[in-house]
């Protein structure tokens, strides 16, 4: 059964840190491209970074830019996300999945406030 486990959100200051993390299990990980994405209250589900199947290959949506930074490591089946200078706005549920299959997991709450 494919199944993805976030976990690592909590409550930070403005301008704090936070590294995210995601299990995944039932597939070929290390195969597979892997994206982060995040649904702030009111809003909907939005994609914010992709790493390729071996980690080569990143990219961010400009909202996180210079901000965060996605890593995995295939022997775990774990993907990262490293969030450094957080902002109210990052204030958000976190997911991890692939671009083309599996259902969302129950995610991770990330709260930046002061």
């Known amino acids: 059964q494919v199944q993805f486990v976030e976990s690592g959100g909590g409550l930070v200051q403005p301008g704090g840190s936070l590294r995210l993390s995601c299990a995944a299990s039932g597939f070929t990980f290390s195969g597979i491209n892997m994206n982060w994405y995040r649904q702030a209250p009111g809003k909907e589900r939005a994609w914010i970074t992709t790493i390729s199947s071996n980690g080569g290959t990143t990219s961010y949506a400009d909202s996180v830019k210079g901000r965060f930074t996605v890593s995995r490591d295939n022997a775990k089946n774990t993907m990262f996300l490293q969030m450094n200078s957080l902002k109210p706005e990052d204030t958000a549920v976190y997911y991890c999945?692939?671009?083309?299959?599996?259902?969302w997991g129950q995610g991770t709450q990330v709260t930046v406030s002061s």
């Open positions: 999945k692939p671009p083309s299959f599996g259902s």
